[in-house]
């Protein structure tokens, strides 16, 4: 029983191994051109270590609460820790195909509405205060009339990834 647990334990450490050193101990290995990808997949270091340790603590398990021995122990301790393995790695499928949001863009602020925080000259450039995703943003803002701080303005369009065409919004 000792054995079993001893494999568990080394599964557990394995696992927290592979978590906090995220990818070093993969990168490791990338120089050899015969271990490339094989930690991808399958025999990722969490899939192994699930499985190291599904193996010890079923076995311990089985011997624990059993009159079986060793053989039968193993047996059950490897279908337990096949089957940790396989969850672990449709898990981890899962995770990896989760995309990220799209990234907000400057052309998303047309027709947004914001206030002028440094006044804006005729055919001149300011500066408004805008709200992309939520957050506040200032962009340089040209104008073909001059708008005074802390006007209202309308975005009608961009100019570049930071600066902004804008006109008053009328009352």
Do not use: C, H, N
């Amino acid at each position: 029983m000792t054995f079993f647990l001893g494999l568990g334990i080394a599964g557990i450490v394995l696992l927290v191994l592979a978590l906090v050193f995220d990818g070093v101990l993969e990168g490791l290995f990338d120089g050899a051109g015969v271990l490339d990808g094989l930690f991808d997949g399958l025999l990722s270091l969490p899939v192994i270590a699930g499985f190291i340790s599904m193996l010890g603590f079923g076995g311990a398990i089985v011997l624990g609460t059993t009159g079986l021995g060793a053989g039968p122990a193993t047996v059950v301790g490897v279908g337990a820790g096949a089957g940790a393995g396989w969850l672990t790695w449709r898990l981890s499928r899962a995770l990896m195909r989760d995309e990220p949001a799209v990234t907000p863009r400057s052309e998303d602020l047309v027709g947004s509405s914001g206030s002028v925080v440094t006044a804006i000259p005729a055919d001149g450039y300011g500066e408004v205060l805008l709200y992309l995703a939520g957050q506040p943003v200032k962009y340089a803002a040209k104008s073909p009339v001059p708008i005074a701080r802390g006007a209202e303005i309308w975005v009608e369009g961009t100019l570049s990834t930071t600066s902004v065409t804008v006109r008053q919004v009328e009352r």
